[in-house]
């Protein structure tokens, strides 16, 4: 055979390969058969190479705030225990602290309300690991070389994992417009610092009558840009924005910056951090579309669902499975009783919170997180 047999055979395969789509699997609520049956025969066949012995493998989870009852149940969470088990790896349950007031702010208070919501031992048979520690300080600054961020603050937990499952529910988000797999990464994995940096490009101010010039924030600021008179006083020249003095405030009296900068530069940011979450590291994403709330499990309230329950999808890619997750959503019938304007709408999340969410594919693919094209395979 010529040379030129064997090149045109090595082009068709090039080009093969470089059409092939990631897969997306799929089980859909309507089925006869228990969907906690389906998830394992998913992870199977969406993960066969996701882990190896003796892994310490992050189960990547929201706890759910108190009050909310919306996030993925903890017997989905027994399940994806049972399946790393049987893969002679080691699974933990984590989350990282939030940045705003509440019941997971801090380690303790986030493992008792994880406890209270089901999450606990004798329910999932894993450990519970806050993965950035007491106060949401235990990080480590992965470098990542992007457009908005030169390193990423990631939980420690995370960044020492040999391997991670990253369990997301969808729903809207007023932010960022909708939740699951790449905001779970990139808010979900990253430090109270990261948070404050992906939520706005403004610098932390104090407020005077709630300072009780403690020097916490003083001592605890990385660029010498606070100083104490009679309160504390932060030099907007100097901060770079790193949030530690919000962490650190016993009063909550450096106020946590949420507006100042456009929707798309957000939506941009939590794509670099749920870069450098998964940087490196063996990853596979589970997306849970039930209970579909307005808004996301950090709100302590639950709200009417938008559209039915669809079901579970598994992949190993980032991308595709957000965006298999998003067109689901979208084909969906509206909930007319729910907090959409217009229920027939053809772009549900931008009729709850006028946001474009496609702007997380557009730079997420420029930036390789993954493809926007996939495969929807049937396992029902």
């Known amino acids: 055979m010529g040379a030129n047999f064997w090149l045109q055979k090595y082009l068709n395969n090039y080009f093969l390969l470089d059409t092939m789509k990631p897969k997306v699997y799929f089980a859909s609520v309507r089925t006869e058969e228990s969907l906690i049956t389906h998830l394992g025969k998913m992870f199977d066949l969406a993960f066969p190479n996701l882990l190896k012995k003796d892994d310490l493998t992050a189960i990547k989870i929201h706890f759910g705030e108190f009050g909310s009852h919306a996030f993925i149940r903890p017997v989905f969470v027994r399940q994806i225990v049972e399946k790393i088990k049987e893969n002679n790896s080691k699974p933990f349950i984590s989350d990282t602290n939030t940045l705003y007031k509440g019941h997971r702010q801090n380690s303790v208070d986030h493992l008792n309300n994880a406890i209270a919501n089901g999450f606990g031992y004798a329910c999932t048979q894993a450990p519970l690991i806050i993965a950035d520690g007491l106060w949401g300080r235990d990080y480590k600054n992965v470098k990542v070389d992007l457009k908005h961020f030169k390193e990423v603050k990631i939980g420690n937990a995370f960044v020492q994992a040999d391997s991670m499952v990253v369990m997301s529910h969808m729903t809207g988000h007023l932010a960022s417009g909708f939740g699951c797999a790449i905001k779970n990464v990139a808010m979900g994995c990253s430090s109270r610092a990261g948070k404050q940096q992906q939520h706005d490009s403004s610098k ?119 965006k298999a997750s998003i067109d689901l959503v ?38 390789g997180l993954g493809s926007m094209d996939y495969e929807l395979v049937n396992v029902n």
């Not at 104490?228 to 770079?240: G, P, R």
């Open 330 to 367: 979208q084909k969906s019938a509206g909930n007319p009783n729910s907090k959409l304007k217009n229920p027939k709408t053809n772009d549900k999340f931008k009729d709850l919170w006028g946001i474009d969410v496609m702007q997380h594919f557009s730079y997420g693919k420029k930036i």
């Open 204 to 322: 932390p101010k104090v407020n005077p009558k709630q300072c009780i010039s403690c020097g916490k924030c003083v001592a605890n600021c990385p660029v010498d840009a606070i100083a104490m008179n009679e309160k504390a006083l932060i030099d907007q020249n100097k901060c770079i924005g790193c949030a530690e003095c919000v962490t650190v405030c016993p009063t909550q009296a450096i106020a946590i910056m949420w507006g100042g900068m456009g929707k798309k530069e957000m939506q941009e940011m939590m794509c670099e951090y749920a870069y450098g979450a998964t940087k490196g590291k063996r990853v596979g994403y589970i997306n849970f579309l039930m209970n579909i709330t307005p808004a996301c499990d950090c709100w302590p309230v639950s709200n009417a669902y938008f559209v039915h329950d669809i079901g579970i999808l598994a992949s190993s890619d980032l991308l595709a499975i957000d």
